[in-house]
């Protein structure tokens, strides 16, 4: 099994040269400031800011495409959900039953899909551009004990893994005759049993083969652990935390105190 | 001197069924500096002895072990693997599944850091076991984007860097075609030779470790069946066929003419064929 699937994507940029501990705070106040936020054109130009910032760092389109096409299954479950199913004032669209459909609940289906997509993007930014040691090394130093922050940083970068195991065993599966395109949504649902199945047996072995490889190089030795290469925060990385700071505090207080953002549409209610 | 000790070591593992017997009574020394093949088919309990030899059987794996392992004096039942890593290192038969860093010197590092080695050495340590497995030029590269014989390496060069005095190898080759086999090989036995590692090369295929090894194992179904020096063991194509090993090219060719004209060949690599040929051709009588 390859170990080639992985979200970093090897570059030098000034995003990559970015202390990871500064981006790890910049997705989290990214992530807390648009689900603060419900306001179309802010969640808008959000989205547009993050993708703008990940090519200006290096992050190719097709990249950034590939993520969106994963995206968009979830993006238009939630417009449809939101926009059947959750009443908003506005001009009735149409109405079905006890579905009924606004303009208001199409637009705050629309904006909360574009969040989903900003958020995965905000956290994408820090995982596309942070190796898994730098991953590791700012989990630890934020206070994360070094064997849940290599635990977590692992389980990070096999995500794509997994998906990349489940697309083969799929296509060995349907190689042997297996049916997944035809049928009733219950003979689909049946027919996924074998390949998940194989996948739970195939992480299972590459998680004990992980396990005996850490423990080999002595992972869980009674003995304080060094840091080859320590983080530094260097005057840039220190410009940039201020200024993630005063955004999101400035951001939380326009929203909490003035109602800016909470309109799906008007800019101020 | 044994650095290896194996003392009646058996083992089963724990199912939900009954117990698997893996290993059945295995004794064993191994010398210090030796390079030792450890031969059997698939299923014979080769790995399961390798993992027992740096101690993940009996800590990590349930089962039970009875007898003992002793590597340098240490009694593996008494210490937790991962202390064992300066003492034995092991590669495992899939490198990708033991790569797992960004890329290759922070491979090389975990291992060194875990060990709690100030920052100096370890830069040193790196560079030394990259430059051993030449593997040097790709220190910033990323191990997913190597190839199979460069993985091997950067994972001989990991455990390589925390200096054990045992190397253990398990099936390292099974997946490298022979340009990288031959890597492999080479890679270790200058270690072997300029540093002293003892090292245990397990697999099926006797091809390369035949001529690298002092000593050889037939392993088949948890007993070891045969035990000796590789050209005396290797001769006897019945014991071979047996233990389910792959002879070397030239050991099958020593077979066909000892069976065809009634010679006794034996040999296990050409430099020995080339000689007793050109013996032949001179004196017609030689061997027979």
Known sequence: ?269 | MAIIQVEHLSFAYTTDLEPVKVLDDINLEIDKGEAFALMGPTGAGKSTLCLALNGIIPHLVNGTMDGRVLVDGIDTRDTYPAALSQTVGIIHQDPDSQLFCPSVEEEVAFGLENAGLARQEITERIDWALRVVRMDAYRKSSPARLSGGQKQRVAIACSLALLPKVLVLDEPTSSLDPAGQAEVYEAVERLRRERQVTLVLVGTDAEHSAAYTAHMAFLIAGKIIALGEPQKLLADKQLVTLAGVYPPQMMELAWELNSRCQTSYNWLHMGQAESDLRARLQDPRSHG
């Open chain 1, 1 to 269: 099994m390859s170990f080639a699937y992985d979200l970093f994507q090897n570059g030098d940029s000034w995003l990559y040269r970015l202390d990871p501990r500064v981006k790890l705070l910049a997705s989290i106040c990214g992530s807390a400031l648009l689900l603060s936020c419900r306001n179309f054109w802010l969640v808008l130009v959000a989205l547009l800011l993050i993708l703008a910032i990940l090519l200006s760092a290096g992050i190719s389109r097709a990249t950034l495409g590939s993520t969106l096409r994963i995206l968009v299954p979830v993006m238009v479950m939630i417009v449809l959900f939101t926009a059947l199913f959750t009443p908003v004032e506005g001009t009735r669209l149409f109405q079905f039953w006890i579905v009924t459909c606004t303009t208001g609940s199409l637009l705050l289906g629309i904006t909360l899909g574009l969040r989903i997509a900003a958020l995965a993007y905000v956290i994408l930014a820090w995982l596309y551009t942070t190796d898994q040691s730098a991953l590791t090394r700012s989990l630890v130093a934020l206070g994360l004990p070094h064997p849940w922050g290599l635990t977590l940083a692992i389980a990070l970068r096999h995500i794509p893994l997994l998906a990349a195991t489940f697309r083969q065993i799929s296509d060995a599966q349907q190689a042997r005759a297996l049916e997944l395109s035809r049928g009733s949504l219950l003979h689909k649902a049946r027919a996924f049993i074998p390949i998940t199945v194989a996948m739970i047996i195939n992480s299972l072995r590459t998680a004990e083969a992980l396990s005996r490889a850490l423990v080999s190089r002595g992972f869980g030795a009674p003995i304080q652990r060094t840091i080859w290469r320590p983080l530094k925060m260097r005057a840039a990385d220190w410009v940039w935390l201020a200024m993630i700071l005063v955004s999101t505090v400035v951001g939380l207080i326009a929203r909490y105190a003035f109602g800016f953002g909470i309109d799906n549409w008007f800019l101020f209610s």
